[in-house]
């Protein structure tokens, strides 16, 4: 009897577990179609010993993809799953493909995942010796002066700052630059306190706490001459007329580049003033000037001409 029923079990048993395998599967299959998927996009930490240095920066983010029931993947925070990479077992300069690893924490810890799939898998690094100097710090403006403008008498604190950086990059960075800083085109005395951007992400500033940026904003003031400069005559008598030929005048003036270099000379702009001069006689008269109020007069020389006035001749 025992030997009829072991007979009847094993009597068709392709079929049967072919049966078997597909209900397994089914109840797998609807299993699954209960379960959710949560993509998280998480940063990627590494580890590092204190002689080396990256020559290039690893890959900032990993994507890892979690698969469970809805109520649980989305209840997990994302600082509960972290990714790292640890290089700290490296100690020799070369280039080096490491896996990437997954911790989990709190309630990662504690939930049941169908699965979570990481992306990438691995990556490649590339290590040198690491170098520790000191460099200078530049401080950057945002836009450029206007024409009439300048920054002068830049100071900073501090001047230069220390970084490590790869052996590979160690003559290419001379300097570290500060952020953006926006100016005004009023003059005076500024200060602003500026952060400092490597020029890499493999050159790190030690302490780095930004920097103090001095600075003074000036107008542009500019000189130019002028010489030999006919005077005009003002305000003679009809009766009186100039013996001789009236001096010319070298002038001085000075004022914002862009009025300066557009100044144009009149007929009206120097001259003397002969209106209280009723007869005739030899006079010094002082020169008069008249330009734009956004232009100085420096200096004329002479600042005094000599004239001589005589009665008109008769026609």
Request: glycine content about 4%; proline content about 6%.
């Given at each position: 009897?025992?030997?009829?029923?072991?007979?009847?079990?094993?009597?068709?048993?392709?079929?049967?577990?072919?049966s078997l395998i597909a209900a397994a599967l089914l109840f797998y299959l609807y299993n699954v179609s209960k379960y959710d998927t949560r993509v998280?996009?998480?940063?990627?930490?590494?580890?590092?010993?204190?002689?080396?240095?990256?020559?290039?920066?690893?890959?900032?983010?990993?994507?890892?993809?979690?698969?469970?029931?809805?109520?649980?993947?989305?209840?997990?925070?994302?600082?509960?799953?972290?990714?790292?990479?640890?290089?700290?077992?490296?100690?020799?300069?070369?280039?080096?493909?490491?896996?990437?690893?997954?911790?989990?924490?709190?309630?990662?810890?504690?939930?049941?995942?169908?699965?979570?799939?990481?992306?990438?898998?691995?990556?490649?690094?590339?290590?040198?010796?690491?170098?520790?100097?000191?460099?200078?710090?530049?401080?950057?403006?945002?836009?450029?002066?206007?024409?009439?403008?300048?920054?002068?008498?830049?100071?900073?604190?501090?001047?230069?700052?220390?970084?490590?950086?790869?052996?590979?990059?160690?003559?290419?960075?001379?300097?570290?630059?500060?952020?953006?800083?926006?100016?005004?085109?009023?003059?005076?005395?500024?200060?602003?306190?500026?952060?400092?951007?490597?020029?890499?992400?493999?050159?790190?500033?030690?302490?780095?706490?930004?920097?103090?940026?001095?600075?003074?904003?000036?107008?542009?003031?500019?000189?130019?001459?002028?010489?030999?400069?006919?005077?005009?005559?003002?305000?003679?008598?009809?009766?009186?007329?100039?013996?001789?030929?009236?001096?010319?005048?070298?002038?001085?003036?000075?004022?914002?580049?862009?009025?300066?270099?557009?100044?144009?000379?009149?007929?009206?702009?120097?001259?003397?003033?002969?209106?209280?001069?009723?007869?005739?006689?030899?006079?010094?008269?002082?020169?008069?000037?008249?330009?734009?109020?956004?232009?100085?007069?420096?200096?004329?020389?002479?600042?005094?001409?000599?004239?001589?006035?005589?009665?008109?001749?008769?026609?």
């Amino acid at each position: 009897m025992k030997q009829n029923k072991l007979a009847k079990i094993f009597d068709n048993w392709v079929p049967k577990i072919i049966s078997l395998i597909a209900a397994a599967l089914l109840f797998y299959l609807y299993n699954v179609s209960k379960y959710d998927t949560r993509v998280l996009i998480i940063p990627l930490e590494h580890s590092i010993a204190d002689t080396l240095a990256l020559v290039n920066p690893l890959p900032a983010t990993v994507r890892v993809t979690l698969k469970g029931e809805s109520n649980v993947i989305y209840s997990i925070p994302e600082d509960d799953i972290s990714a790292y990479v640890n290089l700290s077992s490296y100690t020799i300069p070369g280039t080096y493909r490491v896996p990437i690893r997954i911790e989990k924490k709190g309630s990662a810890l504690a939930a049941s995942f169908l699965e979570y799939t990481l992306y990438p898998l691995d990556v490649e690094a590339q290590l040198d010796k690491k170098i520790t100097k000191k460099v200078p710090v530049v401080p950057v403006f945002g836009s450029e002066m206007p024409e009439n403008y300048e920054v002068i008498n830049i100071r900073l604190q501090p001047e230069e700052v220390e970084i490590t950086c790869p052996a590979a990059l160690a003559d290419a960075v001379t300097k570290i630059e500060t952020e953006s800083i926006v100016t005004t085109l009023q003059e005076g005395v500024y200060s602003y306190r500026a952060k400092l951007n490597s020029p890499k992400e493999t050159v790190q500033i030690l302490n780095n706490q930004g920097v103090m940026v001095l600075w003074e904003v000036k107008k542009i003031i500019v000189y130019k001459t002028f010489q030999d400069i006919p005077v005009t005559i003002h305000g003679l008598s009809d009766s009186l007329e100039i013996a001789g030929d009236i001096p010319q005048v070298t002038l001085k003036v000075s004022g914002l580049r862009q009025d300066v270099e557009s100044l144009i000379l009149e007929s009206n702009m120097v001259t003397i003033n002969l209106t209280d001069i009723d007869q005739q006689g030899v006079y010094s008269v002082a020169i008069e000037t008249k330009f734009p109020s956004s232009v100085r007069v420096v200096s004329i020389l002479p600042s005094n001409i000599t004239v001589r006035v005589i009665k008109k001749k008769v026609q």
